[in-house]
């Protein structure tokens, strides 16, 4: 595979392991996130790949459009966009009558707000070479109205919704634009709480065991090919068969 891929949030986590298998797969790679994502960058130049960090907020408008324009600068097109930053590890759980307000204006402005804005920063290059690839991540809560936190549950929803849209309006000019909605993968140092709950995730799962971040790889890669080119405003769950749809 050839092309450039925008990964946002691909400092740490998911994101990070989005960058490095799209690198590997032959992407030339754009790392974005708040926070610094230049070891990711140059993690991928050390194994003989092509990337860059650029900094950004996806929740602001100015800051898509920079990120746009570098990666167009720096490798002349934007192929792939991985909408993978959200408001997620940081938020706070507990009843619904209890979420503070600025925390569920947050969820939305970062995981709604912030994927409708870089997907319209990178729209202008996308329908311009007739082609384009938009992967939105969501997640499997959505699909089981996960209890606890539901300003990220209904963001994630919300993600699918914009996703069917774009997919709609976009598909004239080529671009197609999916979800992938993965279970819960545990990330013990940055959410303690996935080690208690991932034994009760995984019992209901048809295949029993923890989901890792690898096994995203393969439906990011196959979305991001042309073997996808026919396959748009989809959403497919990467959840070992704990839910179906
Ligand atoms: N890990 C899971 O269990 C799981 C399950 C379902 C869905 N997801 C989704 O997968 C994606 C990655 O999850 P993760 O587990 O790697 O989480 P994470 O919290 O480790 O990573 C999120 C990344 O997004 C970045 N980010 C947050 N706000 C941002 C902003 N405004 N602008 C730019 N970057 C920002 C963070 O800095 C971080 O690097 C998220 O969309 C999450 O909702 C994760």
């Not at 799209?22 to 790392?31: I, K, P, Q």
């Not at 960090?53 to 920079?66: G, L, P």
């Not at 279970?183 to 208690?196: G, K, Q, V």
């Not at 790889?217 to 196959?222: N, P, S, V």
């Amino acid at each position: 595979m050839t092309g450039t891929a925008i990964v946002t949030g691909g400092a740490r986590g998911l994101g990070r392991a989005y960058c490095l298998a799209l690198s590997d797969a032959g992407f030339r790679v754009v790392v974005s996130d708040l926070l610094d994502g230049q070891s990711v960058a140059y993690e991928i130049a050390q194994a003989g790949g092509e990337a860059i960090y650029v900094t950004a907020d996806i929740s602001s408008a100015e800051d898509n459009v920079a990120l746009a324009s570098a990666a167009a600068d720096a490798f002349g097109s934007i192929d792939v966009l991985i909408n993978n930053a959200a408001y997620f590890s940081e938020t706070t759980r507990g009843p619904f009558f209890e979420v503070p307000e600025m925390e569920w204006d947050r969820t939305f402005e970062v995981n709604v707000r912030g994927v409708w804005l870089s997907c319209s920063a990178v729209y202008p290059y996308m329908r311009e070479q007739g082609s384009g690839k938009i992967i939105n991540i969501a997640s499997n809560t959505c699909f089981k109205g996960t209890v606890g936190f539901p300003h990220y549950v209904a963001s994630k929803s919300a993600v699918i919704g914009l996703t069917r849209c774009l997919a709609q309006e976009l598909g004239p000019d080529g671009i197609t634009v999916n979800t992938v909605s993965p279970d819960l993968i545990p990330d013990p140092s940055l959410r303690p709480a996935d080690s208690t709950s991932d034994e009760f995730v995984v019992a209901g799962r048809a295949l029993k065991r923890t989901q890792v971040p690898e096994d995203m790889i393969g439906t990011i890669l196959y979305l991001a090919s042309s073997g996808a080119d026919f396959v748009t405003g989809q959403n497919i769950l990467v959840n070992g068969g704990a839910h179906y749809h």
